[in-house]
Every structure is written in structure tokens, then in C-alpha cells.
């Protein structure tokens, strides 16, 4: 039972243009939601989180919207550029003070072509 | 910066071999996380520990175990390698509940 989906295993844009990445869930107890960034033969690094109280985080190029009812978020790169060409996790963890699990999907591979 | 080491960036082993990956983090982190891997499968969590010598399974413990003994250092154990085995490896901590840094991962194959 996947609970946090990426439903799209890959996406090619033009350099300059808007990436949007996107990430459905299923569980109603997430509250917290992360995005990584992965590149071949390297461990995924922390790109930008969004705590469910809110609908946007923005860093930069990079924002992540979050839409609780529709269970959905995106993240957007803008403008992109080649060097974001990398696999993108989105991650999900529960509410609750014991809870340091992540849930993550199973990626996107995001081409920036230049 | 925070600082999540690996022991090995490649390693091959062969079936029925006894199994060690070792962690290391330098920021005094309570949690540790091994997870793999896999293309289309993306990451999923084998054991973490939120202390020393406590430790929980994650989605697919089968086949693994783990030791933390002390609070840097966590370490998975294969305990008699399968083919099946082959993989990506990736360590991660965080503190409380805040974000997971990552290791680079040992690229784990088993003839």
C-alpha cells in the first residue's frame, strides 16, 4: 500500500522554464512533508519542507505548495536550470511525538535540457 | 555542516558472506535511519533507532539486523548475503523530528 505516490517517473524541461513536480498521499496523519534531490551515486539532500498548517513554502528557485483536501503537493522550480537535473523524492511523516519516520515515493527523475 | 559518513562507497560480497555497513554522524543526532534503494522502488526504511541500543523495524527488516552501541554509529548486518541483497544503502539522522541528512550510500552488489 503506497502511501505517498509519485505518479510520473519522469519529466523533461526546457532550461528557463517551470518544473512542477508533483506527490500524492493517502494517509491523513501526515503532517509534515519534505522534498529531496538526488544525484546518481550520492545520497539524497534536503531541498525544502512544508508543515501542514500552511499552503506554500518558497527558497528561492524552489517553492512547494500543499493542498490538504486534495491530499496533493507540488513542487515548483523556477526558472529551471541543468543542474537540477536529478531525481526528486517527496517524503511524508505523521504527526505525533514519536514518530521520525519518513514515508517517501518513488521518485521522479527530472531532465533539465538545456 | 552536518557530517553522515559511510564505510564503504562500493562493496561486492558473495551469497552466504556475513555483512557489515557501518554509519557514522557527527552532530550528536538521536535518530538513525538504513534504508535502500532500488530503481522504481525508491526508498525504503529497513531499521532506525532513536537512542542508543534501541532499535525498530521499518518496512523490510527481512534479512537484516542492525547495533547501535553508541550514538554516532549505526550499523547494518546482512547476516548471510542473497543476491537479492544487491542494492543501494543509505544511512540518514536527524534530530527529533526535524529533517533526515543522508549518507552517500554503499553501493552494495552480491555475486
Known amino acids: 500500500d503506497q502511501q505517498v505516490k509519485q505518479n510520473s517517473p519522469s519529466l523533461s524541461v526546457q532550461e528557463g522554464r517551470i518544473s512542477i513536480l508533483n506527490c500524492d498521499y493517502t494517509?491523513?496523519?501526515?503532517?509534515?512533508f519534505l522534498w529531496y534531490k538526488k544525484y546518481p551515486a550520492e545520497g539524497p539532500t534536503f531541498l525544502i519542507s512544508?508543515?501542514?498548517?500552511?499552503d506554500k513554502n518558497e527558497d528561492g528557485r524552489f517553492t512547494v505548495f500543499l493542498n490538504k483536501s486534495a491530499k496533493h503537493l507540488s513542487l515548483h522550480i523556477v526558472p529551471s536550470q541543468p543542474g537540477d537535473s536529478a531525481v526528486y523524492f517527496c517524503?511524508?511523516?505523521?504527526?505525533?511525538?514519536?514518530?521520525?519516520?519518513?514515508?517517501f515515493g518513488k521518485g521522479t527523475k527530472l531532465s533539465v535540457i538545456p | 555542516d552536518v557530517k553522515v559518513t559511510q564505510s564503504s562507497r562500493y562493496l561486492v560480497k558473495r551469497t552466504g558472506e556475513k555483512v557489515f555497513l557501518e554509519c557514522v554522524q557527527d552532530?550528536?543526532?538521536?535518530?538513525m535511519f538504513w534504508y535502500r534503494q532500488d530503481p522504481g522502488l525508491g526508498l525504503r526504511l529497513i531499521y532506525f533507532?532513536?537512542?542508543?541500543?534501541?532499535?525498530e523495524k521499518g518496512d523490510i527488516p527481512e534479512g537484516y539486523s542492525v547495533s547501535r552501541e553508541k550514538k554516532e554509529r549505526f550499523s547494518l548486518i546482512l547476516e548471510s548475503a542473497s543476491t537479492n541483497q544487491t542494492s543501494m544503502y543509505l544511512c540518514?539522522?536527524?534530530?527529533?523530528?526535524?529533517?533526515?541528512?543522508f549518507g552517500p550510500g554503499t553501493r552494495l552488489t552480491v555475486l
Open positions: 540518514a539522522s536527524s534530530d527529533y523530528r526535524n529533517e533526515q541528512f
Open positions: 494517509n491523513s496523519m501526515f503532517d509534515y
Open positions: 512544508i508543515s501542514s498548517i500552511k
Open positions: 517524503a511524508a511523516r505523521p504527526s505525533g511525538a514519536g514518530s521520525y519516520q519518513l514515508t
Open positions: 552532530m550528536d543526532h538521536e535518530n
Open positions: 533507532s532513536y537512542d542508543v541500543k534501541m532499535k
